[in-house]
Each structure stands twice: as structure tokens, then as C-alpha cells.
């Protein structure tokens, strides 16, 4: 055997042998993505395109096995753009697409207000204190997003933690209604999304030249203008960077909104939720999704830019 | 010169304290022995007891670990060869498609992300359960480990690597005893990572998974809906303290790990 195995390996020519495992590297996890990232897609666009039917799986027309490039021809002529006109006809669709990128927009002032306080400081402290500063923010990220939502839940109700403390201090005299409402929600993203606002802010804020700082104040300017005038412009790449990272994903949530909005919550991701797992209406939900790639590859285009221009500048 | 002011203080407290004393409060209301989550009324360890003989949870506790094991592993080869190619496989055809799906699956909303890959299961007559579950967590998680890894890849020396080559090994030894060790840390690190995204997906797995399997997350989330419960807040208990504990102890272990390093580098110095 081991004669035979020594025999073959010096046989096969090593340029050939190191193409064929190159071959082999790049095709399996591409492979890989093929099948089960972007076919995936295709099917979710075909189905946008079908109609619901009364079937299993519940929808029309369906290639059929064995219909050769006839069938495949009946299957285009009968898409149609039907799921596509319904989304922009009923005003539910295009209003929670508007409220869900309006939620996402004032989520991430609200994060970036909350979060940059926190990166500044973080960037302020000693050294020895730093990782574990860094520790901090990054360990509720590592714990489960559903229980730090569900956390949530016990503090805001009618009965809730926050009410007792404040009926109990005399602030309020009725408790407040905050579960259940798009302030709720906000917290809720707030909460959740911090880190993503934080760590990049932190990343910039950490490689701050502090003798600029200085020579600001050598030349005059007060503490507040130094800080206005250097570092919240150097810190721009972190905040946008962060304002992306919190932005795309807020879009499509679907967790926050269902478990801490009320009904009046309109959010997309939970829209195409409900239409696939109540109404069934595949089609449909699949046409939401499209719309709602379509809307997030702006940002995740102007992003990706943001980011490759931030690296040529590192380098 | 920095300067640690008043305001810093203060802005890391409130920050600290808000990300925290939610969870905190959690925690202590699991240790409640009354079922109004909310009032009071002494300690008592009892839901951890009926926890522990709730078979639901226990059940979807199993497959929730057997996904997150088998996914993440899949994830972590799959994602660190897609890495070596990235980083080193220079032009090939088709490469700026193949970056593009590794990068898209981190900013594609995980409803859209569900939806599609349900569909291709049906397409593909797949009964749905756990492997269809470890498919879909193992797509997703890789492209996660594809980014860790590569980073740490990219700011390797590749001379280290030429070097073995130069001295007679086959590629895949240079691989196994020079780039493994080094770019070891990013590839556990991104094991974890696919682990506790495959434990934490709630909104994927509902999509991907049939009636035959339920995760740990699709089991909280409907609990959840009905509100808070005593058995919810201790659950939560016990998967934040091993998350916690998992943590701690991995950042420490770098640490050391560090900190020998630059030893024996010092010591390497003073002998030349």
C-alpha cells in the first residue's frame, strides 16, 4: 500500500497536484454558497413572479419534471409582475417599508447619542482598564439576542419594573404604556444594537493622535471646541461605520418588533413574516422580500464603498 | 496626555448600567418563588427544578446543541477554506461573485435569508428538521467565519509560509505546521462565533426547521409571546452564565497566551 500511495504521488506532476487542490479549495465552499445562498434567490424571484394557488407547496404555475424547454417556456410566459402591483396598491406594503427604514433612521440617532458617549469614554480610560471596558460591551453581544429582548419585556409592562420604581418614588401617579408601543421598540434597538454603534466608534476614537488635542489648546480653542473641531471630525469613519451596522440590520428586524411593538408597529420584516407563516401567501411574501433586498442594497452598496475607501486610506 | 474626566466616568457608568441591570434584574426574578414574575415573594430555586422536568425544553435544549455542534463545525471548515481563498488564492474566475456571497449573508435580514432557503428546500423535496437546520446555520455562519479568519490571515507574513515551502514541505505540511498554528486563535474564536449564532438564530431556524424539530430559541419565543414567566428568566439564567463563563474564561486564556508569547519573544532577544 505504502509503495503504491509513494509510487502514485511522485507520478502526478506537483504543478498539477497543487491545481488540482487549488480546484478543489475554491469549488467546495463555492459550490457550497452557490446552492445554498444564491439559487435560493433565484427561487425566491421566480416565486415573487408566480401565483398563489391552493396547493402544496401553494403556489403557480410550478416547473414541471419532465416538460422539457416547452414547460420551461409555459412557466415564463405566465409570470407576471400580479404580487408586485398588489404590494404598491394596498397601503399596508409600502407603509411598513416607510416605517421600517423611518424606525431604523431615528434608532440609529438614538443609538449614535447613546453610543458615542460610551466609545469616548471607553478611549479615555488607562490602559489596564480598557480591555475589560471592551469586554464589557462585547459580552452582551455573545448572550442570547432573544433574552436580552425578552429582559425587556418585564421592565416596560403596565406592571413592570420601571412603573413600581416609579409609582413607588411618586414621579407618576398612573403607571406609563410603554410595552407594546414604537417607544418600546426603540429601546429595544437601542439595547440590542449598542455594541454594533460602540466598537467602531471606539476603533477611531482609540487611534486619536491626542497631541492634536493639545496643540488645540495651545492655540486657544476651549475643551469643548478641541473636541468639536478634532475629534468628532476624525471619529466620522467610526460613526459612519456604526450608523451602517445598526441601519441595515434594524430594516428587516423582526424580534423587537413582535415581541415589544404593539399593533401599531409596522415593520417589514414582520409583514413578511405574517404573509408567509399566517397567510400562507408565498408569492407574496416572497415579493416583499425582493422589495426589501432592493431598498437595503443602497446602504449596503454606499457601506461597502465607505469601507474599502477607510481601508485605502489605512494603507 | 489623556485626561479621564467627569463626564467619562459618568457616561461609562449610565452605559454599563444600562446594558447590565436589565439582565440583572433577569436574573433575580428567576430566583422568585412567586409565578407573578414581577412581585416579590422570597427566594426559592423551584423553576430551575421545573426546568430541568419541563421535557419540551429539554428536548429542544438537545437539538439546539446538536445543530450549534455540527453547524458550526461544517461553518468553521467551509468558512476558513473559503478564507485560504480569499486571501491567497489570487485571481480565479468568478471571484468577485464569491466574495460578494460571503460578504452578502452578514447584511441580508435573516427573514429574507429563511425564506429562501426554505423555498429551495421544498424546490429540493428536503424533509425539513435538523439537517435542514445545520444547512442553513452552517451557510450563514460560515461567511461569519470566512471574515474572522481571513483578517487574521491577511495580517500574517506569507515569508513564513514560502520559507517552509523553500525547506522541502509538501504544501499541505506548510499549511498543517506553519499557517494552522498561527491563524489556530482566529479559527477557534471563529468556531465560537458560529456556535452561539446557531444557539441565538430564532428567526432562520423557524423557517428552516419542520414540525419534527424545535430549537431552544423557537421554543423561548413562543413561550415568550404569552409574556413573562419564572421558567423563561431561569432558562435564560443558565444559558447566560455559561455564555458568560465560556467568555471569561476564553479572553483570559488569550491573554496568557499573549503575555507567553511576548516572553519567550524577549527571551529569544536577549539570547541573540
Redesign the interface.
Known amino acids: 500500500m505504502g509503495v503504491v500511495h509513494g509510487h502514485c504521488r511522485s507520478g502526478i506532476d506537483p504543478l498539477i497536484m497543487g491545481n488540482l487542490r487549488r480546484i478543489f479549495l475554491i469549488s467546495v465552499p463555492y459550490g457550497w454558497l452557490l446552492l445554498l445562498f444564491l439559487i435560493p434567490f433565484a427561487i425566491v424571484l421566480k416565486i415573487s413572479l408566480s401565483d398563489a394557488a391552493l396547493a402544496i407547496p401553494p403556489y403557480a404555475p410550478r416547473l414541471e419534471a419532465g416538460s422539457g424547454l416547452k414547460g420551461v417556456w409555459d412557466l415564463l410566459t405566465r409570470f407576471d409582475l400580479e404580487n408586485f402591483v398588489f404590494l404598491t396598491q394596498d397601503s399596508l406594503y409600502w407603509k411598513a417599508y416607510l416605517s421600517s427604514v423611518w424606525i431604523a433612521l431615528v434608532s440609529v440617532v438614538f443609538t449614535l447619542l447613546v453610543g458615542y458617549p460610551i466609545a469616548y469614554g471607553m478611549a479615555r480610560a488607562s490602559d489596564e482598564w480598557r480591555p475589560t471596558l471592551m469586554m464589557l460591551v462585547i459580552l452582551p453581544f455573545w448572550t442570547s439576542f432573544l433574552i436580552r429582548v425578552y429582559a425587556w419585556i418585564g421592565i416596560l409592562g403596565t406592571n413592570g419594573y420601571l412603573n413600581q420604581v416609579l409609582l413607588w418614588s411618586g414621579l407618576i401617579s398612573e403607571p406609563l404604556v410603554i410595552l407594546n408601543t414604537n417607544l418600546a421598540v426603540y429601546i429595544g434597538i437601542v439595547y440590542t444594537y449598542l455594541p454594533f454603534m460602540v466598537l467602531p466608534i471606539y476603533a477611531t476614537l482609540e487611534k486619536l493622535d491626542h497631541d492634536l488635542l493639545e496643540a488645540a489648546e495651545d492655540l486657544g480653542c476651549s475643551r469643548l471646541q478641541a473636541f468639536w473641531l478634532i475629534t468628532v471630525p476624525l471619529s466620522r469613519p467610526g460613526v459612519i461605520a456604526g450608523c451602517f451596522l445598526v441601519f441595515i440590520p434594524v430594516v428587516g428586524e423582526f424580534v423587537i418588533p413582535s415581541l415589544l411593538g404593539g399593533s401599531k408597529t409596522l415593520m417589514i420584516g414582520k409583514v413578511l413574516w405574517d404573509e408567509f407563516f399566517s397567510n400562507r401567501d408565498w408569492p407574496l411574501a416572497s415579493a416583499v422580500a425582493v422589495i426589501l433586498l432592493l431598498i437595503l442594497i443602497i446602504p449596503i452598496v454606499l457601506f461597502q464603498r465607505q469601507q474599502q475607501r477607510q481601508q485605502e486610506a489605512e494603507q | 496626555?489623556?485626561?479621564?474626566?467627569w463626564?467619562?466616568?459618568t457616561?461609562?457608568t449610565l452605559?454599563?448600567v444600562?446594558?447590565?441591570l436589565?439582565?440583572l434584574?433577569?436574573m433575580i426574578?428567576s430566583f422568585n418563588s412567586s409565578k407573578l414574575?414581577?412581585v416579590w415573594a422570597g427566594f426559592s430555586t423551584k423553576w430551575y427544578g421545573e426546568l430541568l422536568q419541563n421535557e419540551a425544553f429539554m428536548d429542544a435544549a438537545l437539538v439546539t446543541l446538536q445543530v450549534g455542534l455540527i453547524s458550526s463545525t461544517i461553518a468553521t471548515l467551509?468558512?476558513t477554506?473559503?478564507a485560504?481563498?480569499l486571501v491567497r488564492?489570487g485571481r480565479?474566475m468568478?471571484r468577485t461573485l464569491?466574495s460578494g456571497?460571503?460578504?452578502?449573508?452578514l447584511?441580508?435580514?435573516?427573514?429574507?435569508t429563511g425564506?429562501?432557503?426554505l423555498?429551495?428546500f421544498?424546490?429540493m423535496g428536503l424533509d425539513r428538521g435538523v439537517t435542514t437546520i445545520v444547512?442553513?446555520h452552517a451557510?450563514f455562519s460560515?461567511c461569519y467565519v470566512?471574515v474572522v479568519v481571513s483578517s487574521r490571515l491577511v495580517s500574517f507574513d506569507r515569508s513564513l509560509e514560502e520559507a517552509a515551502l523553500d525547506l522541502g514541505c509538501t504544501?499541505?505540511d506548510a499549511f498543517r505546521s506553519v499557517t494552522l498554528p498561527i491563524i489556530a486563535p482566529a479559527v477557534i474564536s471563529g468556531w465560537l462565533l458560529a456556535f452561539?449564532l446557531s444557539?441565538?438564530d430564532?428567526?432562520i431556524a423557524s423557517?428552516a426547521s419542520g414540525p419534527s424539530a424545535t430549537t431552544l430559541?423557537m421554543k423561548?419565543?413562543s413561550a415568550?409571546?404569552l409574556?413573562?414567566s419564572p421558567e423563561?428568566n431561569a432558562l435564560?439564567t443558565i444559558?447566560?452564565g455559561i455564555?458568560?463563563v465560556?467568555?471569561?474564561t476564553s479572553?483570559i486564556m488569550t491573554?496568557r497566551a499573549a503575555v507567553r508569547r511576548k516572553r519567550q519573544e524577549r527571551a529569544a532577544e536577549a539570547q541573540a
Open positions: 496626555m489623556r485626561r479621564f474626566t463626564f467619562n466616568a457616561s461609562l452605559g454599563f444600562f446594558l447590565y436589565p439582565i434584574i433577569l426574578y414574575v414581577t467551509l468558512g477554506m473559503a485560504y481563498v488564492g480565479f468568478g464569491f456571497m460571503i460578504y452578502a449573508p447584511v441580508v435580514p435573516d427573514v429574507i425564506l429562501s432557503l423555498l429551495l421544498i424546490s444547512l442553513a451557510t460560515m470566512s504544501p499541505f452561539t444557539l441565538d430564532l428567526v423557517f430559541p423561548i419565543f415568550v409571546r409574556g413573562v423563561i435564560s444559558l447566560i455564555v458568560t465560556g467568555v471569561v479572553s491573554k
